[in-house]
């Protein structure tokens, strides 16, 4: 199956610093999502973005379809963005399922 | 609007045990699927349905049993639960059956076999 990897597994930041999550897979995608999963253990669709550059507010993403990664920015950092970041994809031409990566988890500090 | 729906929210079962993760949705989605979530180990997924009387199995369809018989529930079956089962069970939903579209989370459900 498709093989996704987050970088970097951990990640500390204090607010208001910038940082950038990557996602890398293994073959080619029509479908590629970012979650955010709180400390209360919801996961919020940040982005659904299989190819592109989409920005909402301070989160931006951009996936490389034909380089196979994507790339999450986090601007201006705040202690609500605390929690796991996960990347999720579709290999094309398969059944209707989405893989995951294993997280980026991220902590702001005051 | 209520979204994806799951019920209950934490369970506690004996081994051998067997129990129903209810999952409902308003949105007429098409494909839903359920996934567990084991710490260190993402999200996996265990069965998916791309429409009312389609099922399939995902990564890790082992002690489980899932059915489809309207647009809106796609309940999760353990017929004997196991320690091994423990975990926390996410379902989830998106509008196309084709490609997934964007995929919707319900809040989870966390399931403890002792």
């Known amino acids: 199956g498709i093989q996704v990897e987050q970088s970097p597994p951990d990640l500390i930041l204090q607010e208001g610093a910038n940082s950038t999550l990557r996602c890398n897979f293994s073959?080619?995608?029509?479908?590629l999502q970012w979650f955010h999963q709180n400390p209360w253990g919801q996961l919020i669709n940040l982005f659904y973005?299989?190819?592109g550059t989409k920005q909402n507010g301070r989160l931006s993403a951009t996936t490389v379809a034909t380089e196979r990664y994507s790339l999450l920015y986090i601007s201006s950092s705040q202690t609500t963005d605390s929690g796991v970041y996960f990347c999720a994809v579709r290999k094309s031409g398969t059944a209707s399922k989405l893989t995951f990566g294993t997280g980026t988890r991220l902590q702001v500090t005051l | 609007n209520a979204g994806v729906t799951q019920t209950p929210k934490f369970q506690v079962l004996k081994t051998g045990q067997s129990m129903t993760l209810q999952c409902a949705q308003d949105?007429?989605?098409?494909?839903m699927s359920w996934y567990r979530q084991d710490p260190g180990m993402g999200l996996r997924l265990i069965h998916y349905?791309?429409?009312?009387?389609?099922?399939d199995q995902g990564e890790v369809p082992n002690g489980y049993n899932v059915s489809r018989s309207t647009t809106e529930d796609f309940p999760l079956r353990l017929l004997s639960a196991a320690p091994s089962q423990t975990s926390v069970y996410f379902c989830a939903s998106s509008y196309s059956r084709v490609s997934t579209g964007e995929l919707f989370f319900g809040e989870g459900s966390r399931l403890t076999v002792l």
């Open positions: 349905s791309v429409g009312a009387g389609i099922t």
């Open positions: 973005i299989p190819s």
């Open positions: 073959d080619s995608v029509n479908n």
């Open positions: 949105m007429n989605h098409e494909y």
